[in-house]
């Protein structure tokens, strides 16, 4: 499915399809303009790559392998001669070895748990740890790579091991 039929079937909201995907919708023909969403996504990496007070990598090493697996939208397994890598979709930026936790190479911004749904309770409520609302992103472009909920003292997860 696309963010064009996601709007069509009434799934998500244009101003939704604004807030959550970055997409520019135009309000007459409510369609997705793909020029004008291209663009404001381009603005939204730099501004948070700002936030995080990261001047964007994009002038950092890449390794130039051929691509395994598209493990996740965002992140793709790569081997080169060097050996078996996870890199960035968006970018190449490579984001550590196969056999690694890409998510320790990638930048990390911890919000609210709430931040993460409105309908969500403040877990204080029901539980002593704090919990974040945890976005990775890729230091190379900013792309959001990942999201996790969990336990400030809890490692990030690691959702991708593949064995090659």
Known sequence: MSLQSDLDGFFVSAQAAHEIYGAVIDPRAGVVDRAATAAHRAQLRERRLQRLGIESQRDSPRRSGSKLVESSLAVHLYRDSAGVYHGCAKCGFVLGEAGEN?????????????????????????????????????????TLLDTEIAADDVAPLRDIEIQV
């Open 102 to 142: 890409y998510k320790l190479h990638a930048l990390r911004e911890d919000l609210s748990v709430m931040a993460a749904s409105p309908r969500i309770a403040d877990p204080i409520t029901y539980i002593d740890n704090k919990v974040s609302f945890r976005h990775f992103y890729c230091p190379g472009c900013g």
